[in-house]
């Protein structure tokens, strides 16, 4: 495994085999500060005057960077519309079911109370019935 580094602003020091490899055309490419620099580099190379032509056309183009802006924002507000709409909604039914679930949790309280009582006086009953069974059995 290497590591190759491309010094731009080194290409005076380039070797021959440099040159050969096109590593001096890449960094004059790279290093190019206008478009007429650009294009004269690219003129031999009819594959990176057509990215150089595509680059100068989009940024060129204001009403295509206006247009693709606007759908960039659209879909950024509508995210962030879509999560806080969701979030609220969370948040509202989050706490609608809070209070369901606790009003559930006091009638099952109050359910269990009642089973106690009634429980309790089942029980009693069943004490009222076998004390007059035994006044009956006295009696007699």
């Known amino acids: 495994m290497g590591i190759n580094v491309l010094e731009l602003n ?10 050969d490899n096109n590593l001096v055309y890449w ?3 790279f290093k190019a500060d206008t478009w007429e620099k650009f294009r004269e580099l690219a003129k ?3 594959d990176i005057e057509e990215v150089g032509n595509l680059i100068m056309e989009v940024n ?13 924002r659209y879909r950024e507000m509508m995210a962030s519309q879509y999560t806080a709409g969701y979030t609220d909604a969370e948040d509202k039914y989050a706490g609608i079911i809070a ?6 949790a006091d009638k099952d309280a109050t359910i269990a109370d009642k089973d106690a009582t009634i429980a309790d006086m089942n029980a009693t009953i069943e004490k009222l019935k076998k004390d007059i ?8």
């Open 10 to 19: 080194n290409t005076d020091k380039a070797t021959p085999e440099d040159i």
């Open 27 to 29: 960094a004059e490419l």
């Open 44 to 46: 031999d190379n009819p």
């Open 60 to 72: 060129a183009d204001t009403q295509a960077k206006e247009i693709l802006e606007g759908q960039r």
């Open 99 to 104: 209070d369901k679930d606790a009003t559930i």
């Open 133 to 140: 069974a035994d006044l009956k059995t006295k009696k007699n």
